[in-house]
């Protein structure tokens, strides 16, 4: 059974720095496709960044240059480094892999 577990969410002032992580199970992490979206109230899910099995990265335009995707294939453990944080970041940040998703970890940016 597929499982994802978020962490590292919390609140942080404008031009601050989080790095969420999500720890994956029941598959073969290292040839996934990983995500992370980020959903606001009353909004739709927002992709934020993709890492493909090859280690490729893309990011949603409102991030780039501030967020990193990266993965630890020996840990099944996707990262997401956020530096420059700005009060438009604030969502709660969740893990996907194809149709699993994780709990969700808030992230909360004050101005």
């Known amino acids: 059974q597929v499982h994802l577990v978020e962490s590292g969410g919390g609140s942080v002032q404008s031009g601050g720095s989080l790095r969420l992580s999500c720890t994956a199970s029941g598959f073969i992490f290292k040839f996934s496709t990983m995500k992370w979206y980020r959903q606001t109230p009353g909004e739709q899910r927002e992709l934020v960044a993709v890492i493909f099995g090859n280690g490729d990265t893309d990011y949603h335009d409102s991030v780039k240059g501030r967020f990193t995707i990266s993965r630890d294939n020996a840990k099944n453990t996707v990262y997401l480094q956020m530096n420059s944080l700005k009060p438009e970041d604030t969502a709660t940040y969740y893990c996907?892999?194809?149709?699993?998703w994780g709990q969700g970890t808030q992230v909360t940016v004050s101005s």
């Open positions: 996907n892999r194809i149709q699993y």
